[in-house]
T-cell receptor, first 119, second 119 residues
Framework: SAVISQKPSRDICQRGTSLTIQCQVD?????MFWYRQQPGQSLTLIAT?????????ESGFVIDKFPISRPNLTFSTLTVSNMSPEDSSIYLC????????????????FGEGSRLTVL | AQKITQTQPGMFVQEKEAVTLDCTYD???????LFWYKQPSSGEMIFLIY??????QNATEGRYSLNFQKARKSANLVISASQLGDSAMYFC????????????????FGKGTKLSVKP
């Protein structure tokens, strides 16, 4: 299993500021996924981050608002830019279990999430 | 159309009894995986159980079992002998595309069911 560490675990931010969330994995993975979970809602994929290439964003999410870095195979950052109260959410980093093995089931491991509150 | 439908926003169950959480899905891809995750109030996402579209038998993991009815496109989670610690949000999710050697699709989540276990 993969161990995923996210920082910060929670933060309270002012409107108009930006915050960068870090995700560290204890093993090398090709794909890392960033999800958002708004209060009382389900998880929505923001983007998929591959090492060495631009992140692939889902409909409704843009790079200017959610820039992502993926400098190596164990680390990624997600920045939430120019925050508004609507960005108050839990942001979760995840990686695929068993990548590269023949028995990959597609299960994702999740970090503990970063709970952001924007005032 | 929604890919994953969980029709029960909330459920109550008496401690030590069994409970079934409903999940129906929609896909035209013959190869897919179905997952259940538990999210306690702390926010982390905990993987519970997995069912592959080609699996002949229903998946079981301890007190969790998945009632997979492929023709009806349903993948209900059954929790036996409920415990107080089972109180949490439960999310059904699906991943489409071939999963041997690497999944292709996004993990799509349902809206979740909040389970409350009564003492």
């Amino acid at each position: 299993s993969a161990v995923i560490s996210q920082k910060p675990s929670r933060d309270i931010c002012q409107r108009g500021t930006s915050l960068t969330i870090q995700c560290q994995v204890d093993s090398q993975v090709t794909m890392m996924f960033w999800y958002r979970q708004q209060p009382g809602q389900s998880l929505t994929l923001i983007a998929t981050a591959n090492q060495g290439s631009e992140a692939t964003y889902e409909s409704g999410f843009v790079i200017d608002k959610f820039p992502i870095s993926r400098p190596n195979l164990t680390f990624s950052t997600l920045t939430v830019s120019n925050m508004s109260p609507e960005d108050s959410s839990i942001y979760l980093c995840s990686v695929e279990k068993g990548y590269g093995s023949g028995a990959n089931t597609g299960e994702l491991f999740f970090g503990e999430g970063s709970r952001l509150t924007v005032l | 159309a929604q890919k994953i439908t969980q029709t029960q926003p909330g459920m109550f169950v008496q401690e030590k009894e069994a409970v079934t959480l409903d999940c129906t899905y929609d896909t035209s891809d013959p190869s897919y995986g179905l997952f259940w995750y538990k999210q306690p109030s702390s926010g982390e996402m905990i993987f519970l159980i997995y069912q592959g579209s080609y699996d002949q038998q229903n998946a079981t993991e301890g007190r969790y079992s998945l009632n997979f009815q492929k023709a009806r496109k349903s993948a209900n989670l059954v929790i036996s002998a409920s415990q107080l610690g089972d109180s949490a949000m439960y999310f059904c999710a699906m991943r489409e595309g071939t999963y041997f050697g690497g999944s292709q699709g996004n993990l799509i989540f349902g809206k979740g069911t909040k389970l409350s276990v009564k003492p």
